[in-house]
């Protein structure tokens, strides 16, 4: 074996090491295996490989170009360039040179170049919802142990995709927000996106609206770290998920972590494609479950303490509430949120027959599905507006708003489409409602007083739901 076919071996095998360990097997046996030294031309900095068809030379050339040049050029030197023999006829072994040369050191350069070309983006993270404040009990210790490891190690493929799945209010959207956070604390320069599936589709529909469905992709595959959230919302849009389908299978390809979040596994998606089902299976699936009374009590105490409230917040009042709130992370803060409302608004001090009183009105006890009306009642009657303002064109500030929160509220807590949501509120069409969801979302990440308003709404509203 002479010396520059001995290099060769040497940094074959550093491939397969490092493929091993992004848990890559499959991929060195595919395309790197096959490859075999033909010869060196050290003059001209020129290795020349045998590979076995023209697609293994487009598929080297499309996907592992950063990967070769990380590895040949400290074996080999700067400069190098990469020629392909393809073999055309195994049994006779009549082969053909392809013309093709590629500058490793360029091909490297140029990624770094294209990487910082692209621009900065708004990962629409919620800095409140990180894995300081996540509070650790058996129900989330595996999926938070997990995303801890996805957040600190993004390049490393093993768990990839995170399926997150578990009933609504256990702090599944917690811990998918906290793994983008540390994720941007630690790699600043990722690209890393939070969306909600509800906003991907709305994204998708203007995209196809506009015409610019292939910037709308060519976008989502620039991400290196992509979180969607409440994804069963796509069961019936067989548009969105193809669309999906092809950003998700070019992210996983390229080895970009991908986080999903459900409110059931993959094998209960009804509605969702095979194959999309196949591929969010393929990684770790964790179910988040609901808290046990101890758990619920730690949040409580963690979320006082963050508030500066450990004084007025008494502790039988904090183990009632825990006991009440069912085992639901959102409804714990909901709680805590509306007692201190009411306790502000009629100025009585925080025990334990007014914490009683305030549940009872919040807290849901019906398993009956929310109405477009009683949402409708209740903004109208906290914000003190009619509905015939809400139906009607007033363009006041103060109706607007009241308007927006109502529609925003239809699409969070009914399955009625925008379309309907829009007729049903003055006749009016699915994009007034889609912009005021949008509009309020945005306005909730920076706004904790609308937070408050809409937790408190949502828990009002349950409480008023037909027995």
């Not at 790197?32 to 068809?53: C, G, R, T, W």
């Not at 409230?309 to 949120?337: C, F, H, M, W």
């Not at 303002?389 to 103060?398: M, T």
């Not at 309907?420 to 006749?427: F, N």
Request: proline share 4%.
């Amino acid at each position: 074996m002479t010396e520059y076919n001995n290099k060769w071996e040497k940094a074959k095998l550093t491939i397969k090491n490092e493929l091993a360990a992004a848990d890559r097997n499959g991929e060195f046996d595919t395309w790197f295996q096959p490859l075999m030294y033909e010869s060196y031309d050290k003059a001209a900095n020129k290795l020349l490989i045998k590979v076995p068809s023209a697609t293994h030379c487009e598929k080297l050339d499309k996907h592992y170009m950063p990967l070769l040049a990380k590895v040949l050029i400290p074996f080999f030197g700067k400069g190098l360039c990469l020629n392909y023999r393809i073999t055309v006829d195994k049994e006779n072994n009549k082969t053909v040179v392809e013309e093709q040369e590629t500058e490793l050191v360029n091909a490297r350069a140029n990624a770094a170049r294209k990487r910082t070309a692209l621009p900065d983006i708004d990962p629409q993270l919620d800095p409140r919802l990180n894995f300081k404040n996540f509070i650790e009990g058996d129900s989330n210790r595996l999926s938070r142990s997990i995303g801890i490891m996805v957040a600190e190690h993004p390049k490393n493929t093993k768990f990839n995709p995170m399926f997150v799945f578990g009933a609504s209010g256990v702090g599944k959207t917690h811990l998918v927000n906290a793994i983008g956070i540390r994720a941007k604390e630690l790699y600043p320069h990722l690209r890393v996106l939070y969306v909600s599936a509800r906003i991907f589709q709305q994204q998708y529909t203007t995209a196809v609206q506009k015409n610019t469905v292939n910037d709308f992709i060519a976008f989502y595959q620039t991400l290196d770290i992509l979180i969607v959230d409440d994804i069963q919302e796509w069961a019936s849009s067989v548009a969105t998920q193809n669309t999906f389908f092809h950003i998700f299978d070019y992210l996983f390809r390229q080895s970009k972590r991908i986080v999903l979040v459900s409110d059931r596994s993959p094998a209960q998606l009804r509605g969702m494609h095979e194959r999309l089902i196949t591929r969010f299976a393929c990684g770790a699936t964790l179910e988040v479950e609901k808290p046990n009374p101890q758990l619920c009590i730690d949040i409580l105490k963690s979320k006082i303490s963050r508030e500066g409230l450990t004084e007025t917040i008494p502790e039988d009042v904090v183990e009632y509430i825990a006991d009440k709130a069912k085992g639901s992370v959102r409804d714990l803060q909901g709680v805590i949120n509306s007692i201190m409302a009411y306790s502000v608004n009629d100025n009585s001090p925080i025990d334990l027959k007014f914490a009683e009183k305030v549940v009872r009105r919040i807290v849901s006890t019906s398993d009956e599905p929310v109405t477009l009306d009683f949402i409708m009642d209740t903004v109208c009657e906290r914000l003190n507006v009619s509905p015939q303002d809400i139906n009607g064109k007033s363009r006041k500030k103060d109706i607007v708003r009241a308007r927006q929160i109502v529609m925003y509220l239809s699409q969070r807590m009914t399955s009625l489409p925008a379309l309907r949501v829009g007729r049903l509120i003055g006749g009016r069409d699915h994009s007034t409602v889609i912009h005021s969801c949008r509009k309020i979302e945005a306005e909730r990440r920076a706004d904790q007083a609308l937070v408050d308003l809409i937790a408190s709404l949502e828990k009002e509203i349950k409480s008023l739901k037909k027995q």
